[in-house]
Every structure is written in structure tokens, then in C-alpha cells.
């Protein structure tokens, strides 16, 4: 059967129809880049202290109420305990003063029974503030972040095998309602229950979006124009999202407006379904012939192009013998059908565990490294931004093994490195901090194209989804990971410097992708190279190759 992309040449890679739907894919992600990372604003923690009720007591016994805590190595008001009010309004009313008269060590002391005072200076209020997640209920802090992330990861994995069902447009607008549908109710939230419930479903939605949106430009896509989609395109369009999370978190303070603010966007995508076509080469897997043909003359039309009588007339004849066999439908158990199949899945999901954990364990610790969040926010994603170029030189030049192998290794060997870095030059932390993220941020945007290119169109997307899927897990545990640095400061660049070294050498027995075009069929898979030992070399490496075989 001719291959796909050779029958659609005559559309050429870059005409009007392509550009359309290149810029309104990209468009499509924007939203994910500021709704994904958005707990880091919705669930910041700011400083607080007991609440002194308005009692009569002296300046100086409502000043030294709070107990002074060492927290590392820096003396801060104590978040969660307070002086006994009755005791301390019994010594004010005596005269008493606090360190002179009366060692505040021998006091007792209690919680804080009459609530929490929060300063606003920087958040004007978060669900911290509004469900009170501290002290008692400090795990419900992170335990929102990680429901937010199981959330990705079953969307991830029903969205993928819908989307093989039903089709690539489907799915993509479903979830893009889904996300701002939850998103807009969770300002009404009168529970913190109810808040992580909604969250739930929300993220059900977000990862599913990028996904869809990305397979559907993969297979829609060819030649460099696939690569720069896949690499810089789709991915620039969520590092735009992303940067513009702390413009809405600065101007919108309260948790309420700032969901208002990230929802609102997602009606403007409405407009987007008539202009955002099906995949035809899902269509085609499905024996939709006719349908995938209209697109691609519509395509033609657009372009100003000519297009043959009949566009797909293999696929005619190969569509007539499916009439007459059973339809075979495939799932996430495909996967693991022969022993070359189900070691490479195993392989890309720890490779992909790996780059999900470090992303997102990174980006959520990337509060950390300014005094204003807003501005290490807005470093944590410009940063991405050269990633997502240097990805797609990379995808266009080099091999994506080595190229995979390359990024993990540098990720980890930089985030070995922080712990040994003295105090006194933290800004060389922060750098290596920061390259370790623009290794990570390289590794996912190769990774998406990797695993798209591996994988044939029936099972494209199950594959990916159930990939990004089983990445939630190491996303989902982050944000108790960054927890126990509170007690090992260094514990969390060592895990995942660990993880990234260890994925680097499992990413050695990947089988090889570039140059290669897309497989249609699970037969065309296996009739590839088998997995063996990454130190042959192979002479069409040895110039560079458009990914797939296209040529502009």
C-alpha cells in the first residue's frame, strides 16, 4: 500500500490549510499552560500565626504571644501554637512583662483554637486561606496538587483509547469543555472537598486536551512541518500559557478571580471546531475513506492545489476486504502483545515517569528561588521556551534515542550537583536548577514525538495516552516529595537526579525511530527493527533526516 504521506504530496506541508490548523492546534494548548500549574497559585501557603483574638492584653504580652520557632536555621513566629490566651491575659492584667518578669519557655502553650491570621501582602487569599490547609491539615495542601494530577492520569489513559475509538476532534473539544466547564464551577466551592473533587474532574480534561491536540497535528502534519509542530509548535503554544499564569495571578490575588480568569479563555475556542478538521489518517484506519478523502480536498481547495481523481485508492480496495472480515478494535493491552512491544512500553513509561516528575516537581519548586513568586514563576517558564527550540533542532538533526538519553543524563548529573553547592553561592543552585529544568522540558517535548512515532496510527494515541498516564505517577507523588525536603533539604534533587540517570540507561535499548515513516498497522510495527543493542550504528544516520522521510 503507498505510504500515507507520499499519496497527500501533492497538498505540499506548508499551504493555507495547514497554517490554519498549525496556529489554531497551537492556540488549543494555550489554556493548559496556565491551568496545569495553576495549584502553585491556588494552593501557595501564605505566612500565618495564631489568631489573637481583640482582648485586653499590653503591646508587649500581644507581640511575644506567638512563640518564636527555628525553622531551618532562621528563628519565625510558630504557625501552629500560641501562649494559653487565658494564662497570658491573666499575667498582662498583673503587670507581668514577657522575658523580664516571666520566662516564656515555662509557659504553656495551645493551638489555635481561635483560627489563623494570614498575611496578604503577596496572595490576597488561596484555598489555604479560605479552608484553612495548615497545621493539623497542612497534607491537604498537597494531597489537592496530587488530586489535580490523578485527575491527568485517568484522563490521560480513557481519553487516549476514546480517541482511537471516536476520533481525534471529538475528544479534543469534549475535554477542552470538561477543563473550563470545572474550572468556572470551582469558585463556588463551599468545602474543601468539594474544591478537590471539582479539581478531580478539571484535570480530567487538561492533559487530554494536549494529547488529543497533539496526536491529531501529528498525523495531520508532514515532514518538517510534523517535526516543528510536535517539537516547537504544540509546546510553545503551552510555554506561552504558562508565562502568562503570573500576569493572571499578579493582577487576579483572590483564588476565585484567578479561576475566573484561567476559565473564561476556553469559550473563545468554540469557533475552533469548524475550522479544525478530523484526522484522515485515523479516518483511514477506521475504512472511512470517503470522509478522509473530503478532508483532504477540502485541503486541496484551500491550498490552491489540484488533487487527483482518486486520493486513497489503496485504501479503497483495502477498505473493501475489511467490509467483508470482522472490524478489529484495539486497546490498551496491545501494548503488550509480543515481547518487543511490551519491553519498549515499559521502557518509554519510566522514561516518561522520569521527565513527568522532574517537570512538574521543578516547576512546583520553582516558587522557591525568588521572594516574589510571580517573577520565578515567569523564569520557570520562559525557560522552557529554549527548550522547546533546542527540542526541535534536536528532533530535525539527531537521533531521538541519543537525543533522549542526552537530556536525562545532563538533568541528572546537574541535579546532583545542587546539594554540593555552598550557601554562599546559592545563585550557582539556581542555575543548576534552572539547566536541569531546560533538560527535562527537552526530554518531554522529544518524548511526545518519540512515542507518536514508535506506535502505528491504530494505536497511536492509546499508546500515548496510556504513556502520559502512567507519568502521572510520578507527578501525582511530587508534591509530598517536595514536602519532605522541608525535613532533607536536598532529598528531592537527589531522587530525581537518581530517576534520571537510571532512565537514561533503560532508554538505551529503545529501538531507533528517525528517518522512518509512520507505521500505519501493528503489522507494520513488528516488521520494524527488533530492540537490540544500542552501540551498532546504522549508515542512514549518518546524514541528517527529515523526520519521517518527508522533504519539503
Not at 498583673?94 to 509557659?107: A, E, K, S, W
Not at 496526536?215 to 512541518?225: A, D, P, Q, R, S
Not at 514563576?377 to 530535525?396: N, Q
Not at 506506535?455 to 509530598?480: E, K, M
Amino acid at each position: 500500500m503507498k505510504d500515507y504521506d507520499d499519496t497527500i504530496s501533492f497538498l505540499g506541508q506548508w499551504g493555507c490549510f495547514q497554517q490554519i490548523v498549525f496556529f489554531l492546534l497551537c492556540a488549543s494548548i494555550m489554556p493548559n499552560g496556565f491551568g496545569a500549574l495553576s495549584v502553585v497559585f491556588l494552593t501557595a501557603i501564605p505566612s500565618h500565626h495564631c489568631l489573637v483574638p481583640e482582648v485586653n492584653l499590653s503591646e508587649d504580652w500581644r507581640n511575644a504571644i506567638i512563640p518564636i520557632e527555628v525553622v531551618n536555621g532562621e528563628p519565625e513566629l510558630s504557625r501552629c501554637s500560641r501562649y494559653r490566651l487565658d494564662v497570658v491575659q491573666n499575667l498582662s492584667a498583673q503587670g507581668f512583662i514577657p522575658d523580664r518578669d516571666v520566662n516564656l519557655t515555662d509557659l504553656e502553650q495551645e493551638g489555635c483554637v481561635d483560627g489563623w491570621s494570614y498575611n496578604s501582602d503577596t496572595y490576597q487569599s488561596t484555598i489555604v486561606t479560605e479552608f484553612d490547609l495548615v497545621c493539623d491539615d497542612q497534607w491537604k495542601q498537597p494531597f489537592t496538587t496530587t488530586v489535580f494530577y490523578l485527575g491527568f492520569l485517568a484522563g490521560s489513559f480513557f481519553s487516549g483509547q476514546l480517541s482511537d475509538r471516536f476520533g481525534r476532534k471529538p475528544v479534543l473539544f469534549a475535554t477542552m469543555a470538561l477543563q473550563t466547564l470545572f474550572t468556572f464551577s470551582e469558585m463556588f466551592s463551599p468545602s474543601w472537598t468539594v474544591f478537590a473533587i471539582l479539581l478531580f474532574f478539571n484535570g480530567l480534561g487538561h492533559n487530554s486536551n494536549y494529547v488529543s491536540g497533539f496526536v491529531l497535528g501529528t498525523e495531520i502534519f508532514t515532514g518538517k512541518v510534523r517535526v516543528l509542530f510536535s517539537s516547537m509548535g504544540v509546546c510553545l503554544g503551552f510555554a506561552v500559557g504558562y508565562m502568562l499564569l503570573p500576569l493572571f495571578a499578579y493582577f487576579l490575588r483572590d483564588w476565585k478571580s484567578l479561576l475566573l480568569g484561567v476559565s473564561l479563555p476556553g469559550l473563545l475556542y468554540i469557533p475552533f471546531w469548524w475550522f479544525i478538521p478530523e484526522s484522515p489518517r485515523w479516518l483511514l484506519s477506521q475504512g472511512r475513506v470517503q470522509e478522509a478523502e473530503a478532508i483532504v480536498r477540502e485541503a486541496a481547495k484551500k491550498n490552491k492545489v489540484g488533487a487527483p481523481q482518486v486520493i486513497f485508492k489503496d485504501y479503497i480496495a483495502h477498505a473493501d476486504e475489511k467490509e467483508t472480515t470482522p472490524k478489529e478494535h484495539h486497546n490498551v493491552l496491545d501494548l503488550l502483545r509480543t515481547d518487543n512491544i511490551r519491553n519498549m512500553s515499559f521502557i518509554l513509561c519510566l522514561v516518561w515517569i522520569t521527565m513527568s516528575a522532574g517537570y512538574y516537581g521543578l516547576s512546583l519548586n520553582t516558587s522557591r528561588l525568588h521572594a516574589n513568586p510571580y517573577i520565578s514563576c515567569f523564569f520557570s517558564a520562559a525557560v522552557e521556551v529554549p527548550a522547546y527550540i533546542s527540542s526541535w533542532l534536536a528532533l530535525r538533526y539527531l537521533p531521538r534515542r541519543l537525543s533522549v538519553i542526552l537530556v536525562l543524563l545532563v538533568a541528572g548529573v546537574s541535579l546532583y550537583f545542587i546539594p554540593l553547592v555552598p550557601k554562599s553561592i546559592s545563585e550557582l543552585a539556581v542555575a543548576l536548577e534552572m539547566l536541569g529544568k531546560y533538560s527535562i522540558t527537552v526530554g518531554i517535548a522529544l518524548i511526545f514525538a518519540y512515542t507518536a512515532e514508535l506506535y502505528p496510527t491504530v494505536l497511536r494515541n492509546t499508546a500515548t495516552g496510556t504513556c502520559t498516564t502512567i507519568s502521572r505517577v510520578g507527578s501525582c507523588v511530587v508534591p509530598f516529595l517536595l514536602l519532605l525536603g522541608d525535613y532533607f533539604r536536598y532529598l528531592p534533587y537527589i531522587t530525581l537526579g537518581t530517576l534520571s540517570v537510571v532512565s537514561a540507561f533503560a532508554a538505551l535499548f529503545l529501538p531507533e525511530s528517525f528517518g522512518r515513516p509512520l507505521p500505519q498497522t501493528i503489522q507494520e510495527m513488528q516488521k520494524r527493527e527488533s530492540m537490540r543493542c544500542p552501540f551498532n550504528t546504522r549508515k542512514e544516520h549518518s546524514k541528517p533526516v527529515v523526520l519521517f522521510e518527508s522533504q519539503l
